[in-house]
């Protein structure tokens, strides 16, 4: 059996919470496992997309936050700690493909894709 571990981004408007994934489509009811502003977050945003040489991170929120990329088999292909605003990532040495981006602060966490040409 495989197990998936994902981490949906919950708003006050959020009634089922779905998740895309090419072939595979999953339906369910939110669970609040946590006590406090579970909305409170700042934007995350990356661009371009699709990307060549370079990927910018923007990170609407200066605390600290932890920036990985993985690739599509799961690997994570860096990883970097990043105080304000954002990071951009030389993608000269990735391979053409899709990647993911995760960004988990204390007041943000995010998640999103790009493809690599």
Do not use: W
């Not at 600290?64 to 605003?85: C, N, P, Q, S, W």
């Not at 040495?93 to 993911?100: D, H, L, P, T």
């Amino acid at each position: 059996s495989t197990e998936i571990i994902f981490t949906p981004t919950i708003t006050p408007e959020s009634a089922v919470t779905r998740i895309f994934m090419d072939d595979l489509y999953m339906t369910g009811t939110p669970v609040i496992s946590a006590i406090g502003d579970a909305v409170k977050g700042a934007r995350v945003s990356f661009s371009p997309n699709p990307a060549m040489d370079y990927i910018t991170i923007s990170i609407d929120d200066k605390t600290f936050h932890v920036v990985e990329l993985f690739d599509i088999a799961g690997r994570m292909v860096f990883t970097a700690g990043v105080y304000g605003k954002g990071i951009t990532v030389d993608l000269r040495s990735y391979q053409k493909g899709i990647y993911f981006v995760s960004c988990r602060g204390s007041n943000v966490s995010a998640t999103g894709k790009f493809i690599k040409n």
